[in-house]
């Protein structure tokens, strides 16, 4: 069967991609921008890959005209201020621009409150529209997901590890049905033209219901942490969205889109899937554990941090590519390696856990500064210590380009600048030559570039030396 699916580079997408292709299905890859999307070679020959914004009806006719199913994984809940409209927009546009198919699937929220937050109405919005279309439609909505990567999991994670003691919001006490992100995969593939789904919703959760302070005990009782927590009524929401932001590796505009979440409750009410599917989700504290042990093996397929809207990005790449020269200040740098393979291995191990080789302490200053500023900070870290894509977050950098065999790295700056910044390593022989550019913007760039000058020789000069040992 030939399936079409979007938002092929997110993090459902990611992993729902390899179960597809397990399943005997050819796959057709939606994406913005090629550049972002870099699938394991072993799948690759199973895939085809089609360039489409569906904001964009222009780009619509790449979509092959003999679909069997199709699955629906577009959002855009922090992306603008005006994200209910993109979502409604794109909802039309892809099922005017697919053609007559046997299934389509859309992963939603649930939605069982009278009052609704901005984001959940929106997954409701786009829903109807979708409904609308030529196939059979079915809806899955499930509420807070948690896996290695996600954003929800992440948030929980940062707040128990770093907090012993926390005073938070009167919205710890809503209620929820968490459900793991291998259930998630189990309720999307079995669905796949089950006839007894067509035309239906199903709301899908896990097997325990708790309110989000007994998630973050749960996860402290797991780790073997003593944690105290304690509720306050007058945090508002605009309060509780600096606190996340402050505390956790999130970025602000989805912190504050959480938080309006946060406060309605999302229980299951019609889990007939479970008995049409006979899929039994796990519990709360098996899914953490599961969680844990992909995370300590290095396991983790995809991850929030590597959405476009983690950082400063909302569509492409590609114009950030080119590095340019006219009017940029210019550091470079070469040195000669002892060895090229190791030097290559040093670079691709750069940031997260490993750090910047040298003087770290004042690169976690700087992710202060900007954390404080409004940027994304150093919390963000990185997926993999060792694997690096274009598109991936590198602490307050995005990964434009990246090439090991070719031995080059390029990185764009994600913190708060006034201009533009770009980092590239590159190998040339049993040399290694690293280039920091920095486009200005105004005399406050200029002012910058210079006031922090000496600092740049001392850290640029350190980080080659540590790279080319």
Known sequence: MKILLTG????????????????????????????????????????????VDFLDPATLSKIPDDLDGAYYLIHSMSSSSDFEKSELDCAVNFRNAVPEMTHAIYLSGIVNEDSLSKHLASRKAVEDELAKGKYNFTTLRAGIIIGSGSASFEILRDLVEKLPVMIAPKWLNTRCQPIGIKDVMNFLEQTLFNPETYDRSFDIGGSDILNYKQMLLGYARIRGLKRWIFTVPVMTPKLSSYW???ITSTSFKLAAALVSSMKVEVICRNDDLNRVLGISPEGYEQTLIDTLAKIEKNEIISSWRDSLVSGRFVESLSGFIKVPTHGCF??????????????????????????????????????????????????RGRTHPDRISAGDSVDFWRVLYADKEEGRLLL?????????????????????????TFRPKGVLGRLYWYGVYPLHGMVFQGLIDELAK
């Not at 691709?348 to 500064?369: A, E, F, K, S």
């Not at 994600?414 to 040399?431: N, R």
Request: proline share 3%; with cysteine.
């Open 412 to 436: 764009f700056a994600e913190m708060k600048l006034p201009g533009e910044a770009w980092l590239e390593f590159k190998m040339e022989d049993q040399s290694l030559r690293q280039t920091a």
């Open 8 to 51: 092929a580079t997110g993090y459902i997408g990611k992993r729902l991609l390899p179960v597809l292709i397990s399943r005997g299905h050819r796959v057709v890859c939606c994406v913005r921008d090629r550049n972002r999307f870099n699938p394991p070679e072993e799948l690759r020959e199973n895939i085809d890959v089609i360039e």
């Open 244 to 246: 996340l932001y402050f």
């Open 330 to 379: 210019v550091d470079t740098r070469e040195k000669a390696v002892r060895s090229r393979s190791e030097t290559i291995d040093r670079i691709w191990r750069i940031g997260g856990g490993t750090g910047w080789y040298y003087v770290n302490w004042l690169w976690q200053i700087r992710g202060v500064m900007d954390k404080f500023f409004g940027g994304v900070g150093l919390r």
